[in-house]
Structures are given as structure tokens and as C-alpha cells.
């Protein structure tokens, strides 16, 4: 008799894992992920905030926490994300993620650093990097003995796909690579085939339909309500509050003493001869307010919804939760504490200003789902509304999924619908990457991978015909 | 759990096998090591005390550890380049496999592909493990020729046909898939499908179409189902099509998109039901389980209270339906069993004798023993099992002198388990109270039958049984002459002086009695008749009205008479009645004996159950 434990290997046919020490990338707008294959969970977990700092004659890129959380004057904290949820800025991407992989997990080849991409801004013109590099010895692209799975969003356009197959081989010299929606991923870290992927993360909310393992394209739903949009009705209820609440970062304080709550802080600050940039201050600012979510906002758990009079009345009477600003500020937060994530379900409950306007009724959560069941076939919506898949980092709100539930259940009273949630932080957050560092180490996947050869026969457009 | 040792128990084996066993049991344990038990496993084994625990399952895990230990030093793993045979690009991956040893035979078992793996050059696997799960999709082929003969259509071009096809193909047959990504641009699609061939060009000109119609799923499969029909029978004849390809056949031809869009339509419109409409569903749903469960409920509790006041109706064939009635036995059985059961009924509004006396067609039940024992075996379990000597209905396959023969006996029901036949008889000695069973141990001691009877074979048991049976009546006649006997004394007391014709007339029927029964007790029973004999001569001044009573059985006669006998009273309703009614025929004489002491009524009865 054979106990398997960690040293055996598993009984053939147990499960088709046959690992190739393939890499997974998984980037998202408030995290790039990345590990390997047949992992738990993501080796390297990098900010997708990068510092930038031009010199005269240099544009200087800075990645990883460290680095972006350092006060450096005129230090400017981007994103390569765009708006639309989409990549923006290929060159500083690839450059980030090489960094996320090569960071933690492939280690650092000793390449030229003109040419290993992350200290050059010289060289931006694709054809000569190309030529270039053809002309190395292959051993120093780092990814040259990895397959590569990249997570890409589930709207994801079709010329930012061939983008990412380009990077991956031309750059990186990856011998495979693969190209997959996070929302079928996210299903896939569930153990489910089919269902509704309702993914919250920091700048876009999605919801993936998704059957089979593939997305119904035309259920895809997206919308900013989402995490970053939460940020933003925090810092509304700070302003709105009388007196106003005061968000001082970390970097700021050097020193605090306790007041009294609602009491102005008493904290000595630091001085800075080049003061660091908006764009800084607002990342740290973002750094405390996800604090505060962790820690205070709390989603009203239905049923109904929370301005409706009653629910707010009731929300009074529970007991509230103290913060307190890293300056010291410190209070106890009562029945505005639910305000925070309301816009997410009911958008004539979004706090709005000149510069943030009230949000659509269709780009909340409930409304989302509606569209996205509504644009699949009849037969297929028990199915899927009975594997509801909750991921992202801004589900973790607490009580999110009470009234996640709430509203789907009132808008498919006859369905069985059911909520699929991790519990555990790690999963919820991470579910795409878990995903596809399910689907990457599966043995039947050896035959879906996009290898070199065929990149080089058939060119970027064969990411549209294999990576469906 | 049995253990050995329960076994031995059982079969009264000694417990020899104890010694070997503590050794089994000790063995192990300096081996695996008192002292190495940690954490919580010293705690679980300390509360074993100094006993050594029941189960040895500690102990053998700890020896699987040992071994394992041991199995050598540690296997070396390499990445081992492979190719996968589905693939045709010849892609090279890596993935980590055992190293092999490089001494080829101390391995068989090692793959001998795998034994050049020292060779300077990398040995590049072949790994068609998952190749399995490379699966294409049959799809429809047609030429050019067939299209243009049978599969035009008004509303499709040659170049979307083709694109379905391929969509088919490219998504498996996951039609919600081929409709959400189908997305055919008829000018356009030149460039992008590289199947769309020249005759493209023709049919569009021909047919001038609107540009991407906006097609539902039930069109697209109309479509594909149209010509996979229209080729299936291209190919296949119909007359010629199995019964398999003619059933795909006929699901092709009848899909009807209309029912199907009209299909769906209800199905969103159930899925889009308001939280009343569902509410009230749920509502109307529950009411509807409660009314079906409180009438599920009051059947049984019909079916309870008809199987009690209708004793009969626990003949096995009557609970099984009505396909017990399928033979002509069985029928049979009914028809005299509805028959008893009339006649008890008449006999109970006309014969005067009170209510609930169903059991009186105890008597009449002679031919009909099936249903006699279906009532035995509602009155009393306990002296059903000693029923075996009571002749069965041949329900089966042989004859009663076959089934003598052969010692076969069938039961209608069987305890599970095994009895003893001596069990049995000393069961049946037993009655519920301790006065009664003695005076049966005193009978049947001065029949001079012993206490263990040698050889408890069935039919001993049920001719014990007839016997104990009669025993039973006997001390029933017996308390009630005492009672009576008591009685009449009183009254003699009372009434000294007028009564004495009376007595002379009484005393003179007697003789007549004896005469009449003692033919009829059996050869064995000749010492009780002797017996009898004693009592009867004792009772002769029994009434009428007595005799009735008795011969209805049941002891009922005993409270009637005997107000303040209680204990008594219980015990026999339990045990004499059901006894009469499986001694049957063979009691008759036991009948007799106990009724036609007491006056001639008893006697025109034995008489009309002989005839
Ligand atoms: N415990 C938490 N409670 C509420 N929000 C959280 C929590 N943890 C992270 N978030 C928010 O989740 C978002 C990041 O989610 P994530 O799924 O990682 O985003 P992305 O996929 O875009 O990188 C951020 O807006 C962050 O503020
Ligand atoms: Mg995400």
C-alpha cells in the first residue's frame, strides 16, 4: 500500500498533471501575479504601479513595492493600464512584467542592460530591438525555457492579444505560449466548466458568462464600478464629512500621538527638499483607503437596498468601527460606512461631485449580471446562474457577497442560483492566476499551447484561431 | 465486531487462544517503541491504561513507517524533454521524470526506450499520454456538385453555409458558443476564411443577400440539421439506415425552429417570473406536499386500523394486491376465507354470543389452515413459531406426503435467525404467569412426559404443541369447576333441601359422556383421558349456559363467570385461543374432552364437526 504524501508522485490517470515548468502571468490593474504552473499560489505579486522619473537625457523606470513606495522626488507613479481596461503602454508592461517574473522566479539572466529591457529607453523602435535580438544568443531572453500562460481581460481587443504573443515571443523568447480570458480561468480555480465569473477587482468590474471553458463574447459585461470606484466614494465621504476628514499617507508622518477620537491629529510630519508628486501621494493615499475598506466600509447586506429609509435607520443602530489615519486621526464610523460600496448595487446611492458623476444604472452589479444572462441562451441561464463565481480583491468587502445574493436572488426569484466564493483571501484574489496555474500544468494542455514554430508560421494572428 | 474471542465464546470452545493472542498484541509494541509515542499519541495511548489497546492499528502503521524508511536512498529526477505525437509542430517541453539507473537489469520494469538516456545527445521522449484528448468532430463534407443539387437555400449563401460549417466544427457542436462568436461578414470574409472558395463570387452574385442577417441558434441549427439531413440521406437511403442512423435521421429532419424559439420563449419567461408569482408557486407547491402527506398519512392510518379490526386481512396474499389472487389456490383461499368470515359474522348476530368473538370461526377453520394461521400469527408470535406440525397448504410444489417425506416445511414467514427446537418445547411450556406455567409443568408431569424430550424434531414439537394446547383447556375446564363447583356448593348450602332431584338427574347423563369421548382421545393421550375421567365426575353439576362459553373458546368465559380470576384471565386469552386455533381439526378431541364433560350441547357440536 502506497499513502501518497508529498515525495510520491500521483497514480496515472489520478489527474493529468504533467507539469512543464510553465510560467503564469497574470496581470491585473492593482497587481501583476505571476508564478508556476502547479503553485498554489502566485511566487511574485508586483504592484502594476510603476515609478517614472525623467531625467534630460533618460526616462528611469521603477518597479516592485519597494521601489514605488520610496518618496523620491519627482517621482511619477503610473499605470500601464488604460482606461478601458485594456493595456496601454506595451513598452513599460512588458518591461513590468519581466520584471515580476524575472524577480522572483527565473532570476536574472546576465543580458546586456541595454538590451534586457528594463534600464533601456533608448532603444524603442521594435524593428531594430527585433533585429537585434534575433542576433543574440537565444539563452538570453528570459523566458526562453518556460511556457508562458498570460491572463487576458475577457474584452480584450484583438490586436492587444497579438500584442501580448509578440511580446512573449519575440521578446522573451518563450518556446510556448498561451492566451486566456480571467474570467474562464477564475471558473477553472472553482472547479467549475460553466457559469457567471463576477470578478470586482481595483479598476473594472466584469462579469464573464462563461460555458464550457470559453466566454460567451457577447455576455461579456464590464464597468469601472469597482474597487478604484470605492476608493473614490471614500474620499467623497471624507470631503463630505463635517469637519472634513483628513487623509494624510504614511510617508507623510514621522511621528503620531493618540488624540481623542474626531480630535485633529497631533503628528509631526516629514520634510522633503524635491516634495514627492501628486501621482505619489494619491498611490499612498490609495494604500490608506484600501486599509479603510479592509477594515471599515461594509457592504449593506440587503435585503433591499440601504437608502431606502428603513435599512438606513436600522444601519444606525448597529455598532460602528473605528480607523485610525496614520497621523493618529482616528474615529468611529456609523451608518456612512455602508455608503462607500452602495454605488456598486444601486447607482442613485453613488456619492457624486463635479468630477466624478454619477454612474450609469447599468453599470451596476445587478445590472451587469442581468445583461450578461440576458445575452445567453435560454437553456444555458439555470445552468450558469446556478455557478456563480465571485473573485477579485474588491468582493472581499465585508458583506459583499450577502448582498451579491440578495440581488441576484431578486432579480431570478425561480432560479436556483448559487454563489460560488473562496473563502480564502489568497483564492479570492488570486483565482485567474489559480486558474491558469491549473490549466498550465494540466498534461492534456501540452497540445493547446501556440508553440514557436507555429508563431513563426502563421504570425501574431494565430493567437485569434488557437486562444479562442 | 467479532472477535476470536467472541467466537470461542460462542462456541464454548476455552479461551485457549488467549495466551497466543496478549503475545500477538505485545509483540509490536517494544518494537514500534513506547518510548517514541509523542504529542498526542502518548496522550491517546496513555488512556489505554495498562491494558494494550483493543485494535492493534497504531501499532501496524508504525511498522509501515519503519519499512518505509528503509526503501534506499533517495530516486533522482531529471527534466525530461518529450514530444507530444498530437502536436505537428514538433514542439519540445520538459517536464520532470524519474531518472533511470544506469544498470539496465537490476530494473526490468524500466521502460527500455528510456535506457540510452546517458547518450551524449538528449534522448527526446515520445509522451502520448494525453494524446487521447486531441478529439476532432465529425462534420458534414459535401461537394461542390451537392451543394449546388440539394443544399441551396434562399437564405443562406454557399460562403455562410461553409462559415457554420466551420463554426460547427471549430466549437463542437456547442451551439450557445457557435451563436455568441458567429459573426459572419459576407464582403469581408473573403480575407479571413481561407476555405471560402470560388464559387463564392457566383453565389453571391446570383443571390444578392442582406448583409450579416442576424441569425438566432435556431436558424443556425436549422441549417446544419437541413443539410446534415439532406447528405446523411444522400449517402444512406433512407430504406437502407439502421435503426440508429434512421433515429438521428428523423431528429434531423423534424427540428422544428419555431417550436424550439417558442420553447425557449416560455423558458425565459418561467426564468423571468416576478418574487410574487414565485412566491405563490411555492406557496401552491407546499400546500400541495402537506395535502399529500396528510393523505399519505391517513392511508396508513386507515390501512393500521383495517388490519386490526380485521384480523384475516393479515393473510400475506391479501397485503400483496391483488396478484396474490392470480391462481386458482389462492382464490380459492379467499373464497373460504370471505366464507369463514360471513359465517363467524352470522353466527355472531344470530348465535346471541356478544361482540368480537370473530375468533369462534376458530372452529370452522378446519379446512382452511392458511387463513387459521395468518390469525395465529396476529394473535400471538410466540406460539407461531411452534406451528410447523400444522398441516400447510401445498402453495408450492409438493404434496403433503412429498413434504413429509422430505421434511420440507414452508412458512409464510420467517424470523430471521436460528431457533432450537427445544427452545421451543420450553417455550411452550411457559405460559405469562408463573401460576399458570407451574400448573402446566404439574400437568404435564403427571403425564409422565419428561423435562427435556430427546429429540425436539417438528413434529414433536407440534404434537407437544396439540398437547400443551389441550393442557391449556384442561386447566381451563378445571378453574372453572372449581369456581362453579364452589358455587354450587353455596347454593347446595342454600337450598339444601330442594335440590336433590335435580343432582339425581345430572349424575345420570354422565356415564353417557364417557362412553361417547373416550373413543376419541388420542392413543397417547390415554393417561390424561384416564385424568379427565377424574375431573369430569367432579363436574357434574355444570350448567348449560357454562358449555356455551367455553366452547366459544377463548377463555372469555372465565371473566363472564370467574369476575375476579384478572391474572388468569389474560393469560388465557392469549394463549388458549390462538392454541385452539392450530390444533385445528387434530384438537377436536381436546374439544370434546373439555366441552362434552360438561353437558350435551358440547356434544351435538363434536358431533356436527365430525360430519
Ligand atoms: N480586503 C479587502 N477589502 C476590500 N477591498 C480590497 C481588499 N483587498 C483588496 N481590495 C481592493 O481590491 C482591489 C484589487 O483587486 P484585484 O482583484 O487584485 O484587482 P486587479 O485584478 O485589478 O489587480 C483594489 O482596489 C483593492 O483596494
Ligand atoms: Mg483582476
Redesign the pocket.
Known amino acids: 500500500m502506497n499513502i501518497p504524501n508529498s515525495s510520491t508522485a500521483p497514480a496515472a490517470g489520478e489527474y493529468a498533471g504533467d507539469e512543464v515548468s510553465a510560467i503564469v502571468l497574470d496581470p491585473?490593474?492593482?497587481?501583476t501575479r505571476a508564478g508556476f504552473a502547479g503553485e498554489d499560489v502566485p511566487k511574485s505579486v508586483c504592484p502594476?504601479f510603476y515609478g517614472q522619473r525623467d531625467t534630460e537625457s533618460d526616462t528611469q523606470h521603477y518597479f516592485g513595492e519597494n521601489a514605488i513606495h520610496n518618496p523620491l522626488g519627482d517621482l511619477d507613479i503610473k499605470n500601464y493600464w488604460g482606461s478601458d481596461g485594456i493595456v496601454e503602454d506595451w513598452d513599460t508592461a512588458t518591461k513590468l512584467w519581466e520584471y515580476a517574473i524575472t524577480n522572483r522566479l527565473t532570476g536574472t539572466k546576465a543580458t546586456d542592460p541595454t538590451r534586457n529591457g528594463l534600464n533601456d529607453g533608448t532603444n524603442t523602435n521594435g524593428d531594430a530591438m527585433e533585429v537585434d535580438i534575433d542576433a543574440l544568443d537565444n539563452q538570453e531572453k528570459p523566458l526562453e525555457e518556460s511556457p508562458l500562460l498570460v491572463t487576458e481581460p475577457g474584452w480584450n481587443s484583438a490586436k492587444a492579444r497579438e500584442k501580448y504573443i509578440e511580446i512573449a515571443m519575440e521578446d522573451w523568447g518563450t518556446p510556448a505560449f498561451f492566451l486566456q480570458k480571467t474570467g474562464v480561468l477564475a471558473a477553472f480555480a472553482s472547479g467549475k466548466a460553466s457559469g457567471i465569473i463576477i470578478?470586482?477587482?481595483?479598476?473594472?468590474t466584469s462579469v464573464t458568462p462563461v460555458l464550457d471553458g470559453m466566454v460567451l463574447r457577447k455576455g461579456v459585461q464590464k464597468s469601472p464600478l469597482?474597487?478604484?470606484f470605492?476608493?473614490n466614494q471614500i474620499r467623497h465621504i471624507f470631503k463630505q464629512s463635517a469637519p472634513e476628514i483628513p487623509l494624510t499617507p504614511h510617508y507623510l508622518v514621522k511621528s503620531k500621538t493618540q488624540v481623542d477620537a474626531g480630535a485633529a491629529a497631533q503628528a509631526t510630519y516629514k520634510t522633503f527638499t524635491t516634495p514627492p508628486t501628486d501621482s505619489f501621494r494619491l498611490n499612498e493615499e490609495?494604500r490608506v483607503?484600501?486599509e479603510f475598506?479592509?477594515s471599515v466600509?461594509e457592504v449593506w447586506p440587503g435585503p433591499g437596498r440601504f437608502s431606502n429609509g428603513t435599512n438606513e435607520e436600522i444601519a444606525k443602530n448597529t455598532p460602528g468601527r473605528p480607523f485610525e489615519m496614520p497621523d493618529g486621526w482616528n474615529q468611529v464610523f456609523g451608518a456612512e460606512r455602508f455608503r462607500a460600496a452602495e454605488g456598486l448595487f444601486d447607482a442613485s446611492a453613488a456619492l457624486t461631485s463635479e468630477s466624478s458623476p454619477r454612474p450609469k444604472d447599468d453599470q451596476t452589479i445587478p445590472k451587469l449580471v442581468q445583461a450578461a444572462v440576458l445575452s445567453v441562451d435560454a437553456d444555458q441561464r439555470p445552468l450558469l446562474l446556478g455557478n456563480i463565481v465571485v473573485?477579485?480583491?474588491?468582493t472581499?468587502?465585508y458583506k459583499f457577497n450577502e448582498r451579491l445574493n440578495y440581488e441576484i436572488n431578486n432579480i431570478y426569484p425561480s432560479t436556483r442560483n448559487k454563489l460560488i466564493a473562496p473563502g480564502s483571501?489568497v483564492e479570492r484574489?488570486y483565482a485567474a492566476w489559480i486558474g491558469g496555474s491549473i490549466l498550465a500544468s494540466l498534461g492534456s494542455f501540452h497540445q493547446l499551447w501556440i508553440s514557436k514554430k507555429e508563431y513563426e508560421e502563421h504570425g501574431a494572428s494565430i493567437v485569434e484561431k488557437r486562444c479562442r | 465486531m467479532a472477535t476470536g474471542r467472541d467466537v470461542r465464546d460462542m462456541l464454548g470452545l476455552p479461551m485457549g487462544g488467549e495466551a497466543p493472542k496478549a503475545a500477538v498484541q505485545k509483540r509490536p509494541k517494544p518494537a514500534g517503541g513506547t518510548r517514541k509515542i509523542q504529542g498526542v499519541a502518548r496522550e491517546v495511548a496513555a488512556l489505554y491504561g495498562e491494558r494494550p489497546p483493543p485494535v492493534a492499528v497504531y501499532e501496524e502503521s508504525k511498522s509501515y513507517r519503519a519499512k518505509r524508511q528503509n526503501t534506499g536512498p533517495a530516486k533522482k529526477w531529471e527534466q525530461q524533454p518529450f514530444r507530444n505525437p498530437v502536436r505537428s509542430d514538433g514542439l519540445i517541453l520538459r517536464h520532470w521524470k524519474r531518472k533511470h539507473t544506469t544498470a539496465p537489469a537490476v530494473q526490468p520494469s524500466e521502460d527500455a526506450t528510456m535506457q540510452d538516456g546517458e547518450n551524449t545527445e538528449p534522448y527526446i521522449d515520445t509522451c502520448s499520454d494525453y494524446a487521447k484528448y486531441d478529439i476532432k468532430v465529425d462534420l458534414p463534407t459535401f461537394t461542390d456538385d451537392e451543394y449546388d443539387a440539394y443544399l441551396r437555400s434562399d437564405d443562406w449563401s454557399r460562403e455562410e453555409t461553409d462559415y457554420l460549417i466551420q463554426m460547427v466544427g471549430d466549437y463542437a457542436y456547442r451551439w450557445a458558443i457557435v451563436w455568441d462568436r458567429y459573426d459572419f461578414q459576407p464582403s469581408l470574409a473573403h480575407e479571413t476564411l481561407e476555405n471560402t472558395n470560388g464559387d463564392t463570387d457566383q453565389a453571391l452574385a446570383t443571390m444578392p443577400f442582406a448583409p450579416s442577417k442576424k441569425r438566432s441558434v435556431e436558424d443556425l441549427k436549422a441549417r446544419f440539421y437541413d443539410i446534415s439531413a439532406k447528405l446523411m440521406k444522400q449517402r444512406i437511403p433512407e430504406v437502407q439506415m439502421d435503426a440508429e442512423q434512421y433515429s438521428t435521421y428523423e431528429m434531423l429532419t423534424k427540428f422544428d425552429p419555431v417550436m424550439e424559439r417558442n420553447r425557449k420563449m416560455l423558458a425565459s419567461a418561467l426564468m423571468n417570473r416576478s418574487m410574487d408569482e414565485v412566491k405563490e408557486e411555492e406557496f401552491l407547491l407546499t400546500e400541495l406536499q402537506r395535502i399529500n402527506m396528510a393523505a399519505n398519512r391517513l392511508d396508513a392510518e386507515r390501512e393500521e386500523l383495517r388490519a386490526r379490526l380485521d384480523a384475516p386481512q393479515h393473510n400475506p396474499a391479501v397485503s400483496a394486491g391483488l396478484q396474490a389472487f392470480t391462481s386458482s389456490q389462492a382464490l380459492q383461499a379467499l373464497f373460504q376465507q370471505l366464507f369463514q368470515q360471513d359465517r363467524s359474522k352470522k353466527r355472531a348476530s344470530g348465535g346471541g354470543t356478544g361482540p368480537g368473538r370473530l375468533s369462534l370461526s376458530a372452529n370452522d377453520m378446519v379446512h382452511t389452515p392458511g387463513s387459521a394461521q395468518a390469525q395465529l400469527s396476529a394473535a400471538n408470535r410466540r406460539q407461531s413459531m411452534a406451528s410447523q406440525a400444522v398441516a400447510q397448504t401445498p402453495v408450492k410444489h409438493l404434496s403433503p406426503r412429498q413434504e413429509e417425506r422430505f421434511n420440507v416445511s414452508t412458512h409464510d414467514r420467517l424470523t430471521s435467525g436460528v431457533t432450537f427446537g427445544s427452545d421451543k418445547l420450553l417455550k411452550m411450556r411457559q405460559a405469562k404467569s408463573n401460576v399458570q406455567t407451574q400448573k402446566i409443568g404439574a400437568a404435564l408431569a403427571e403425564l409422565g412426559i419428561p423435562d427435556v424430550i430427546p429429540i425436539p424434531t417438528s413434529k414433536v414439537g407440534g404434537t407437544f404443541e396439540m398437547l400443551v394446547t389441550k393442557l391449556g383447556k384442561l386447566l381451563d375446564v378445571r378453574k372453572v369447576r372449581e369456581k362453579e363447583e364452589g358455587e354450587v356448593r353455596v347454593l347446595q348450602n342454600m337450598k339444601d333441601g330442594t335440590k336433590e332431584e335435580k343432582m339425581d338427574t345430572e349424575t345420570k347423563e354422565e356415564p353417557e359422556d364417557e362412553n361417547d369421548d373416550n373413543p376419541n382421545y388420542g392413543e397417547d393421550d390415554a393417561d390424561a383421558a384416564g385424568e379427565d375421567e377424574d375431573d369430569d365426575d367432579a363436574e357434574g353439576e355444570e350448567e348449560d349456559g357454562d358449555e356455551d362459553q367455553d366452547t366459544n373458546g377463548d377463555g372469555d368465559g372465565d371473566g363472564d363467570v370467574v369476575p375476579d380470576d384478572l391474572d388468569a384471565e389474560g393469560e388465557d386469552e392469549s394463549s388458549v385461543q390462538p392454541s385452539r386455533a392450530t390444533s385445528q381439526g387434530a384438537t377436536t378431541a381436546g374439544h370434546k374432552r373439555s366441552a362434552s364433560v360438561f353437558s350435551q350441547g358440547s356434544e351435538e357440536r363434536s358431533k356436527r364437526i365430525r360430519k
Open positions: 491585473g490593474y492593482w497587481t502594476s470578478d470586482v477587482g481595483a479598476s473594472h469597482a474597487g478604484n470605492v476608493s490609495e483607503l484600501t475598506k479592509e466600509v473573485t477579485g480583491g474588491s472581499l468587502l483571501v484574489k
